[in-house]
Antibody
Framework: QVQLVESGGGVVQPGRSLRLSCVASGFTFSNHGMQWVRQAPGKALEWVALIWYDGSHENYADSVKGRFTISRDDSKNTLYLQMDSLRVEDTAVYHC?????????????WGQGTLVTVSS | EIVLTQSPATLSLSPGERATLSCRASQTVSSYLAWYQQKPGQAPRLLIYDTSNRVTDIPARFSGSGSGTDFTLTISSLEPEDFAVYYCHQRYTGYTFGPGTKVDIK
């Protein structure tokens, strides 16, 4: 079955960087667009970024544009989120998600998430 | 940015009752709207996409309707496992989520 396992979260000071990873299994990773969605403690979901199945297109929320970079390595079935210039307001659980079906654009399967805490 | 507003913020109902959740967009999202369910400590689960298409294995008691700016998620008869937070989500222009509706036990 589909599995998405995030890692790389932790406590980091404002202004520093962190890279999240999401290892995928149970489906053909290279056929699917992928996304990152975050959720601050006790708050609603917030879409962060997406990357097309072939890596040819990326899109970012305004709140992270210019600071975060989404990428993928199909040889490792892994999705990444490079987070630079972190801010306190980036504190959240970060989930990776895969398209419901190839090209659908809807996040049909999600990982449990990894917690990022930005604090001095 | 398209803003999604959900109402009510909290819906207190008993098992067996009908739940009607609303999602309103600040501008048209055509039919590009989805609904997610999230239980405490769990990842969200996609229920409905493209306004009214139910995901495989989602029970038929869940249904979605609407178009343009006004959408509804209906749970025809609440089961104990349906008490959760529900988010609407659009991908017509950018990607945004609503603030959620909590369905709790009365």
């Amino acid at each position: 079955q589909v599995q998405l396992v995030e890692s790389g979260g932790g406590v980091v000071q404002p202004g520093r960087s962190l890279r999240l990873s999401c290892v995928a299994s149970g489906f053909t990773f290279s056929n699917h667009g992928m996304q990152w969605v975050r959720q601050a403690p006790g708050k609603a979901l917030e879409w962060v970024a997406l990357i097309w199945y072939d890596g040819s297109h990326e899109n970012y929320a305004d709140s992270v544009k210019g600071r975060f970079t989404i990428s993928r390595d199909d040889s490792k079935n892994t999705l990444y989120l490079q987070m630079d210039s972190l801010r306190v307001e980036d504190t959240a659980v970060y989930h990776c998600a895969k398209d419901l079906s190839a090209g659908s654009g809807w996040s049909g399967a999600w990982g449990q998430g990894t917690l990022v805490t930005v604090s001095s | 940015e398209i803003v999604l507003t959900q109402s009510p913020a909290t819906l207190s109902l008993s098992p067996g009752e009908r739940a009607t959740l609303s999602c309103r967009a600040s501008q048209t999202v055509s039919s590009y709207l989805a609904w997610y369910q999230q239980k405490p400590g769990q990842a969200p689960r996609l229920l409905i996409y493209d306004t009214s298409n139910r995901v495989t294995d989602i029970p038929a008691r869940f249904s979605g309707s609407g178009s343009g700016t006004d959408f509804t998620l209906t749970i025809s008869s609440l089961e104990p496992e349906d008490f959760a937070v529900y988010y609407c989500h659009q991908r017509y222009t950018g990607y945004t989520f609503g603030p959620g509706t909590k369905v709790d036990i009365k």
